[in-house]
């Protein structure tokens, strides 16, 4: 499973990649609008960083979902362009796709939503677990299905877990077969800490400073 974070910091992205875990980011208007850049100027500068960058539409009638699909798939061969689960933004990413631009299809909360977004040769399909959770909906069981059904049908539609709010929620996506998980910075640096290995390190330092120390002669 690929580690993705769902920012559009570039500050948080430059961070993870120098840790050398890092292979891709989603975005939307929302990250893009809290980082307090350009639009088109932020994902060019993140695309420079890493590969696969999705940057999210922001018309709703697939004619101008196809322009702008068009426009933001121009900035860099890195993006990815983000539609909805919505049947305009299906419509347009159908055709997008035929032009051999990436899709990501976001927003999805179904199974059959998922199974819509493969129709159209969507190559990323984002069931929102966060979501599902908060209205008493199992998330995870969700990316599962679709997991499942995908490879029932033998559909190559990449599964990206998103909406994670929590460690374990990554573990989860891992062990439901995802093929990609996106997570705030924070969830990543909580994925690689623990208190054991803190206290590992501090007993295996002092012990290396013992062996520093100047021996006493022997008589």
């Known amino acids: 499973m690929r580690l993705f974070l769902d920012t559009a910091d570039y500050d948080e992205i430059e961070t993870a990649v120098g840790w050398g875990v890092l292979s891709g980011v989603t975005t939307n208007?929302?990250?893009?609008?809290?980082?307090g850049q350009d639009h088109e100027t932020q994902v060019k500068r993140i695309c420079e960083l890493v590969g696969d960058v999705s940057a999210e539409t922001v018309t709703e009638r697939k004619d101008e979902l196809v322009v702008e699909g068009r426009?933001?798939?121009?900035?860099?061969?890195?993006?990815?362009?983000?539609?909805?689960?919505?049947?305009?933004?299906?419509?347009?990413?159908?055709?997008?796709?035929?032009?051999?631009?990436?899709?990501?299809?976001?927003l999805c909360f179904t199974v059959n939503q998922a199974l819509l977004a493969a129709e159209i040769g969507a190559y990323i399909i984002s069931p929102f677990v966060g979501r599902l959770d908060d209205i008493g909906e199992d998330g995870i069981a969700v990316v599962r299905g679709i997991?499942?059904?995908?490879?029932?049908?033998?559909?190559?539609?990449?599964?990206?877990?998103?909406?994670?709010?929590h460690p374990m929620h990554v573990?989860?996506?891992?062990?439901?077969?995802?093929?990609?998980?996106?997570?705030?910075f924070k969830v990543l640096e909580q994925i690689y800490k623990h208190p054991l290995t803190d206290i590992g390190i501090e007993r295996f330092m002092a012990d290396y400073r013992?062996?520093?120390?100047?021996?006493?002669?022997?008589?």
């Open 29 to 35: 208007p929302t990250l893009i609008a809290r980082a």
């Open 71 to 106: 426009r933001l798939a121009s900035w860099h061969k890195n993006v990815i362009v983000k539609v909805a689960s919505t049947p305009d933004g299906l419509a347009a990413g159908k055709v997008l796709a035929g032009e051999g631009i990436r899709i990501n299809v976001t």
């Open 147 to 165: 997991v499942d059904a995908y490879r029932q049908q033998s559909i190559r539609t990449k599964v990206l877990a998103a909406s994670l709010r």
């Open 171 to 184: 573990t989860q996506s891992a062990l439901a077969g995802a093929d990609i998980a996106t997570m705030p």
């Open 210 to 219: 013992k062996t520093q120390e100047p021996q006493p002669a022997r008589r």
